[in-house]
T-cell receptor, first 114, second 115 residues
Framework: DQQVKQNSPSLSVQEGRISILNCDYT??????FLWYKKYPAEGPTFLIS?????DKNEDGRFTVFLNKSAKHLSLHIVPSQPGDSAVYFCAASGDGTSYGKLTFGQGTILTVHP | DVKVTQSSRYLVKRTGEKVFLECVQDMDHENMFWYRQDPGLGLRLIYFSYDVKMKEKGDIPEGYSVSREKKERFSLILESASTNQTSMYLC??????????????FGPGTRLTVL
């Protein structure tokens, strides 16, 4: 039972254009969502997050949008740069404990071409 | 600066061997996690610990056990390694939060190959 899904395994974008990565979830208990970025042979690094009480959060070139009614979130990267090429994971939390368990999606490989 | 370290970056073991993967964090975090990452499957939680000597099963605990004798150290044990445990293993830690808003910080990962 995949509670967090990233249905696009890969995305290819030209440098300077917008990258949009999508994520869907099924568990309505989730109240906090995160995006992580992972380069090969490295651990994931935190990118940006959003609480369920918001519908948008911005940090520089990165913006995350949350549509609670559709159980959908997206990460926008504008403008995209070759250094953004990595695997992007969305994750969700909110099981009511303080353990901070995250449920991850399958990941989307982003390739930004110069 | 936040730091999670893992004992090995690459490891090659034989089927049936007992394997220990070590993780150390220097952030005084209560919560620690072990994941495996496989292509197309994302990160799957194996075990986690919310305090010293406390452990909870994640989504795929079969074939694994864990040990947390000290707050900063969380070990993953493969009792009898099998080829289907060939994977990238990632350790993470976070501080506790009743609002589930604490970010997990990851180590660099251990690429384990079981022959």
């Amino acid at each position: 039972d995949q509670q967090v899904k990233q249905n696009s395994p890969s995305l290819s974008v030209q440098e300077g254009r917008i990258s949009i990565l999508n994520c869907d979830y099924t568990n309505s208990m989730f109240d906090y969502f995160l995006w992580y970025k992972k380069y090969p042979a490295e651990g994931p690094t935190f990118l940006i997050s959003i609480s369920s009480i918001k519908d948008k959060n911005e940090d520089g070139r990165f913006t995350v949008f949350l549509n609670k009614s559709a159980k959908h979130l997206s990460l926008h990267i504008v403008p995209s740069q070759p250094g953004d090429s990595a695997v992007y994971f969305c994750a969700a939390s909110g099981d009511g404990t303080s353990y901070g368990k995250l449920t991850f999606g399958q990941g989307t490989i982003l390739t930004v071409h110069p | 600066d936040v730091k999670v370290t893992q004992s090995s970056r690459y490891l090659v073991k034989r089927t049936g061997e007992k394997v220990f993967l070590e993780c150390v964090q220097d952030m005084d975090h209560e919560n620690m996690f072990w994941y495996r990452q496989d292509p197309g499957l994302g990160l799957r939680l194996i075990y986690f610990s919310y305090d010293v000597k406390m452990k909870e099963k994640g989504d795929i605990p079969e074939g694994y056990s864990v040990s947390r004798e000290k707050k900063e150290r969380f070990s993953l044990i493969l009792e009898s390694a099998s080829t289907n445990q060939t994977s990238m293993y990632l350790c993470a830690s976070s501080a506790p939060s009743r609002f589930s808003t604490d970010t997990q910080y990851f180590g660099p990962g251990t690429r384990l190959t079981v022959l």
